[in-house]
């Protein structure tokens, strides 16, 4: 038996507005943040959970302070017993009325509670000493069952669907575990389209991406239509005609401006269009799915949780899922919005980029493949090239996929010295600039 | 010409856990608390604004610390130029888009916003001289409609809409204020029907509601059917068949479960079901008002923004939408909600309760009726009788309803006494208890 003794919290920032590194139409000067949490026992083996809420800058403070909102419900705990049942300990974080009325389910305490489950998930996997999509993928399906909170979920998914759908993968898990150590997971890459990026700069990124194995870019667009058509011209002549290339508006439109704009953008056959209004509305979603068709609609990196998810299902307001690891509350809850997706056989393309996305997100991916859909076809996890130095183990991405992690954990352990030197404001990089 | 030099923030909190006031199905022990913010000037006048979140106590430092972010947007600023332009200045705060990633728009950020924006509010009116209510009743239909974000909205309410519906209110205006001031605005009363208080209490404080001057009560229900029934029949009884009485579940509830549960209480037949599910389940709303037809469903309180009304309206999920004071991001969003409601005429019944809801959210209903709606039919503000005491100006409620409030300013200054008291955890009321 150990004891939860250590409850830490960091506020880590990296100063990537300087490159526009980042930069959208929504989004023009990204600070890429993380609001870190550690947790530690008194158990012999040293071992610690990590995980983090990715942020993009200034309010990364108002992150820290919601996961220490948090240390009460951790300090003095017997590992051992929330290890063993982090299903039922999701709910009890969940269920803290006080806290959740900040919400209910949404925002910093929302996010907070994703990054202590998967601090914990990431204790639990290197305990057992195995990368955390391993570690999920050789649960019975009723232990995947029981992690699930099915809370507003009812009128779309239940226990029993989502035991069907498991046990329809069960049989053939260990032949796609051998497909993924031998070929990984397709990623594509974000890194030619930032908005802040010159014509040229973009031109010769998409090139390097192809070059390097990529099948997929996405290009940032929704500030400007006529520089908007321009570079999907050049994009699409650089990587020639059946390359994917998908796009991305952040949120910029309202219904028919989305619609009108999409159109102009549809000669270059886009892969998708990605958030073209508030990620909160589903009935603009299907609006614009039915007006920009065949052009596929994506969002999700700021869906809130499994309500909202459930819903842009049921509408028929999405053709691609882009969950994310730090936006709900952690891989129980994306576990169910894994089985939402594929009750209603819808492609899962996660976000990533920011800061360990990339990292934490590839295990759900991986799961996914080998327990939950059992596909990976027309289906990427998004790569970004940038922070990956920073974490102990960083991403391996070749010839455009992900290479299957082998490493124990869930993937947000940062190394010591990245974090002291961008802690906000007073480590180094930041000091220096002060 | 003045500039903002002063925006402080204090956590303050209420032990109202120790009587069960507020307890309901999903928040059994709620401490009623208030992130604070005070906006003062260098003016010689000395006049200062006044907002604040209510949250129910842990989390509370979070609410604090998201108003915290906001400070740089404040401090050193021309006054007048921005009172001048509150709708501008409310874009700017929302358009903040490292601090917007949080939510974006939800959540503490977003709730920040709201408080502040209503700060400023407050100033303003205290500077004119007016109740908040009567200076927004006095603007011109185009400076009303220059208040109002319409980013999202455009598909349901567009600036000529929401100019269109004052317009056609704008020449009666003078006679409602006339009734306003005769008459108030009807009140209903939530402070029977806590799901802590015994029975005994229940029907006492229905009959005291009644002989009051009410004319509708609400009961919490939800945690048990039986319970519910036993109450429903008791209040029914003491209160005669044609007495409004409104049930509220709190959340509590998946569809099937939903319209079960409100089948077994029809025959009571109580004025509305509120909040039956998740708050961000709209379509969950939708199945549920088809099947509890017609006992007509109300929700609003946790509503995060108006894409979320929007939808609500748009899809026919709701009959009463209940907006609250201090969940979205202020008087202008606020606006916005009520222009949505009016164009798809619903009634509005806001939320109130809480720390300061009733005196807040009272200038919003009444701006309603003289300027937006221009009814009081069917339309209630919730009342409960606690917390008062610590305002600067209380609300007036006699023979049910609210008295148009007379002093300038928005509602929200708290008696400085009762804020150090109550600072947590340093004021006497909790250093006693440490």
């Known amino acids: 038996m150990s004891i939860l003794t250590g409850f830490t919290t960091s506020d880590v920032r990296f100063p990537t507005s300087l490159l526009l590194d980042g930069s959208d139409a929504m989004n023009p000067d990204p600070d890429y943040s993380a609001a870190y949490v550690t947790l530690s026992t008194d158990a012999d083996d040293g071992l610690e959970g990590h995980g983090l809420v990715f942020t993009i800058g200034r309010g990364n403070e108002v992150q820290v302070a919601a996961l220490n909102a948090f240390g009460g419900h951790l300090l003095g705990r017997d590992a051992e017993s929330l290890l063993a049942d982090l299903g039922g300990f999701s709910r009890e974080l969940l269920s803290d009325s006080q806290l959740r009325w900040l919400g209910p389910e949404k925002g910093p305490i929302h996010m907070a509670i994703g990054a202590i489950t998967n601090a914990l998930w990431d204790l639990r996997a290197k305990r057992e000493g195995q990368p955390l999509w391993k570690l999920l993928a050789e649960l019975s399906s009723e232990e995947i069952v029981d992690l699930v909170d099915f809370r507003y979920l009812s009128d779309a998914l239940d226990p029993s669907d989502a035991l069907r759908l498991l046990k329809a993968q069960e049989?053939?898990?260990?032949?796609?575990?051998s497909e993924l150590l031998a070929t990984g997971y397709p990623a594509y890459t974000t890194g030619p389209g930032w908005l802040g990026y010159d014509d040229e700069k973009m031109a010769r990124l998409c090139a390097e991406a192809?070059?390097?194995?990529?099948?997929q870019v996405k290009l940032k667009v929704g500030a400007n239509l006529d520089d908007d058509i321009r570079r999907m011209g050049i994009a699409r002549d650089v990587l020639g005609p059946d390359f994917l290339i998908a796009i991305d508006a952040n949120q910029r439109w309202d219904v028919v401006e989305a619609i009108e704009w999409v159109k102009e953008l549809a000669r270059f056959r886009p892969a998708w269009i990605e958030e073209p209004t508030s990620p909160d509305d589903i009935l603009a979603h299907r609006a614009i799915r039915a007006g920009v068709a065949p052009v596929p609609v994506a969002t999700g990196e700021h869906g809130m949780n499994r309500v909202l998810f459930k819903q842009l299902l049921q509408a028929e307001a999405i053709?691609?899922?882009?969950?994310?690891?730090?936006?709900?509350?952690?891989?129980n809850e994306n576990i169910a919005i894994l089985l939402l997706a594929?009750?209603?056989?819808?492609r899962v393309c996660p976000h990533a980029g920011g800061v360990g996305l990339c990292e934490m997100v590839q295990h759900l991916s991986m799961f996914d493949f080998v327990a939950v859909s059992g596909s990976r076809e027309g289906r990427f996890i998004e790569h970004v090239d940038h922070?990956?130095?920073?974490?102990?183990?960083?991403?391996?991405?070749q010839q455009g996929a992900y290479a299957a992690p082998a490493a124990p954990g869930a993937g947000a352990e940062m190394l010591p010295d990245s974090i002291r030197k961008h802690t906000f404001p007073t480590g180094e990089v930041w000091a220096a600039r002060a």
């Open 319 to 331: 053709d691609v899922l882009q969950l994310d690891a730090t936006r709900t509350s952690g891989v």
């Open 387 to 397: 922070l990956h130095e920073h974490f102990v183990t960083p991403v391996q991405v």
């Open 171 to 177: 049989s053939s898990r260990a032949e796609r575990v």
């Open 210 to 215: 192809r070059d390097r194995g990529y099948r």
């Open 342 to 346: 594929a009750k209603f056989q819808k």
